[in-house]
């Protein structure tokens, strides 16, 4: 039997349209994990699986309590711009401590994400994914066209916020009421203050990216008030053949800014000088990363960086992110002070519910997607 039709046949009450999908992937991991070899879609091309190097990505950890002060000390202020402005020039990564979000939601937010992913698949699936309509639920049935493979290891559940969001009865709680059952409303609740923590860290760090850039401090903070957040919730599970597989291949993330926590095991990595280099894992602190839409908001002087997740071998990894992007239908444009004869502008105009669609649809996320976006933006509206 093929490790496909084992991973369907082995995997207990599914429902039954997947029962019957002769070309459906499941990612069950109890019955992955006990399979001799990893299955063929899972494996990914050499490129793609280079070896990590010794060396630790050097990232600057940001104190962005300063930002939060009643007073703040201009000084520690511009200091911190100075080392987001370095960092974001050479790869966009930098890492937040004093960030103000209660240890003890990260602390329940984990502990609610181990009891989703610890689901039976058949409970899981009732809130799987529908690729064809939304971003939100869990995702982790994929479908092998054509024999394709780089399949991620991994398994996410993906719901929304609105930053105009401020009563009780949010998308949030709704959405997780509505597709897993009443009985997750506390945990909809959870979410919905963790991503509310999230929308008032981004207003920060945004107000630092505007200083690190010289333009008026509250240009980007004011442009992402009336934002959204995609968040997702991950578990990369481990492989005993994790020389084979990846949690996220080679990428750019397409949004504004991501917000990631991440817990002890380690995975993240970013290319940098030719070489893949760890993310420390710290428990205190976020990792902060830019995505191609702030690159084109900075017009380009601000760097949307390559990088992956690598699967451990014995440990799952578990990892909260949060992506913040602009009101979906504003314009993407840099200000002014980032313009002139000597700074023309590198990117046309786009709206986030552009890229949006084409990175979620038309093109798989990877280190072309942006690229490859303006390339059908053009094609796709009519000339002059």
């Avoid at 689901?119 to 995702?139: Q, W």
């Avoid at 493979?149 to 993906?158: C, D, N, Y």
């Avoid at 997702?232 to 053949?241: D, G, V």
């Avoid at 552009?354 to 093109?363: G, I, Y």
Wanted: charged share 25%; hydrophobic share 35%; aromatic share 10%.
């Amino acid at each position: 039997m093929e490790p496909s039709a084992a991973i369907l046949s082995q995997s207990p009450s599914l429902p039954k349209e997947l029962k019957d999908e002769k070309r459906a992937m499941l990612f069950d991991k109890h019955v992955l994990q006990k399979l001799t070899h990893v299955p063929k879609e899972y494996h990914w091309p050499s490129e793609d699986l280079v070896a990590t190097s010794q060396e630790n990505l050097n990232e600057p950890l940001i104190d962005i309590g300063v930002m939060m002060m009643m007073k703040g000390d201009e000084a520690a202020i511009a200091k911190a711009a100075e080392l987001v402005r370095d960092a974001c020039i050479k790869h966009g990564f930098f890492q937040v401590i004093n960030h103000g979000v209660d240890p003890n939601l990260i602390t329940a937010a984990y502990e609610e994400m181990k009891c989703f992913f610890n689901l039976p698949l058949s409970k899981k699936l009732v809130a799987r994914r529908n690729i064809h309509n939304t971003l939100e639920g869990y995702s982790g049935a994929r479908r092998v066209e054509n024999s394709s493979s780089k399949l991620p290891w991994k398994e996410t559940f993906t719901f929304k916020y609105d930053h105009n969001e401020e009563s009780d009865e949010t998308h949030v709680v709704e959405f997780f009421n509505s597709t897993l059952g009443e009985e997750f409303q506390h945990t909809g609740l959870l979410f919905q203050r963790y991503c509310k923590a999230m929308k008032e860290l981004c207003l920060v760090i945004m107000e630092l990216l505007g200083i690190s850039l010289g333009v008026d401090r509250l240009h980007y903070r004011r442009f992402f008030e009336d934002g959204e957040q995609t968040m997702r919730i991950n578990s990369y599970p481990a492989c005993k053949e994790n020389h084979l597989v990846l949690g996220n291949g080679p990428h750019t993330d397409p949004v504004s800014l991501t917000l990631l926590h991440q817990d002890h095991v380690g995975g993240l990595e970013v290319f940098v000088d030719n070489k893949w280099l760890p993310v420390r894992p710290r428990p205190h602190a976020f990792v902060i990363n830019l995505g191609d839409t702030f690159m084109a908001l900075s017009n380009g002087r601000y760097k949307s960086c390559r990088h992956r997740t690598v699967i451990n071998k014995e440990m799952e990894r578990l990892s909260l992110t949060c992506f913040v992007n602009p009101r979906e239908d504003k314009t993407v444009r840099p200000p002014e002070e980032l313009l002139g004869t000597e700074e023309p502008r590198k990117y046309p105009d786009f709206t986030w519910s552009e890229l949006e669609l084409f990175s979620q649809t038309l093109h798989r996320t990877d280190d072309s997607t942006f690229e490859c976006f303006f390339q059908w933006l053009r094609s796709s509206k009519p000339s002059n």
